[in-house]
């Protein structure tokens, strides 16, 4: 990669954070990590990333909030982003589904445990790399 892109992790759990952000860094990215949605939007806004790895179960502000928020800002809207979440397809009896997360506008969806390789390809496809 000529430039290095800027990617920001969004996801309250430390370690699988360090985890996705050791392995994007060994691919060449600059890396950056939010704990919640609210932390999430203020790095979004004090330094727009070229993506987002987006974590749906978070206190303060969920990743359904925190990607309909951006997604609706005209200055944010096309910053790719890579939904991850634990929310099994088949629980219904929660207020995060599988079919949310692909309701909404974010640009790709893994379910956790993702691994590092697939996170690593799909910011790779988000961004035409």
């Not at 969004?10 to 954070?17: I, L, M, R, S, T």
């Not at 890579?82 to 397809?89: D, E, G, K, N």
């Not at 088949?90 to 390789?117: F, I």
């Amino acid at each position: 990669m000529n430039t290095k892109k800027r990617i920001l992790i969004v996801d309250d759990e430390p370690d699988f954070a360090s985890l996705v952000q050791r392995n994007l860094e060994k691919e060449g990215f600059d890396v950056d990590v939010a704990y919640d949605g609210v932390e999430g939007i203020q790095k979004v806004k004090d330094n727009p990333p070229d993506a987002i790895v987006l974590d749906v179960m978070m206190p303060e502000k969920d990743g359904y909030a925190v990607c309909k928020e951006l997604k609706n800002d005209e200055k944010y809207a096309d910053i790719p982003i890579l939904m991850l979440t634990a929310v099994a397809s088949h629980v219904t009896s929660t207020r995060y589904s599988h079919h949310d997360g692909m309701s909404m506008e974010a640009e790709d969806y893994l379910p956790k445990p993702a691994s590092s390789e697939e996170i690593t390809d799909s910011i790779k496809s988000l961004l035409g790399l």
